[in-house]
């Protein structure tokens, strides 16, 4: 799918703030995905689909994750973390996104999970640095993924694992197997 016709799908489905931030997150994946060898393509059309589902009623997400069984536990959970696994049943159903790597990516792009392909990481830390983003620890995120995109990743999901605890929030387990996979591999 080009870029425009994409961008086009997407645009419908968000408000005018939340499309500038997919603008934002498609250059900052392409850019990621140029710096680490990963499918430029891909890192584009993941990025631009991301959050294809964030303003999607909550009572439909919560249906398709029912009738689809894209794991019940995330009813258990933020409704915050819905629109990823959602946006890619969506993408795969309203806009005809196939390529499972790309879905992954999207499906991912909230949680991470144990084992990310490195495109799914480009997405996840695009999502998470792009310029628009303001927030305590973002600038040393990006820092970081100048240099190497594990450990911004490992950085991101601990800036996010604090935050949650700050506000007495649950962690989505996705998100600490993935915290354990990536720093494990750091101990080899």
Known sequence: ???EKALDIVKKQLTKHRYEHTLGVMDT???LAEKY???RKKAELAAIFHDYAKFRDKEEMKQIILEQRLGNELLEFNSELWHAPVGAYLAEKEAGITDPEILDAVRYHTSGRAKMTSLEKVVYLADYIE???HFPGVEEVRE???K???QA???AIKNTVHFLLKRNQRVFPLTILTYNDLISKEAD
């Open 153 to 155: 990743l490992i950085q």
């Open 29 to 31: 994946a392409v850019y």
């Open 131 to 133: 310029p628009g983003r």
């Open 37 to 39: 060898g990963v499918d």
């Open 148 to 150: 190497d995109l594990d």
């Open 144 to 146: 970081m993924a100048e």
């Open 1 to 3: 799918m080009k870029r």
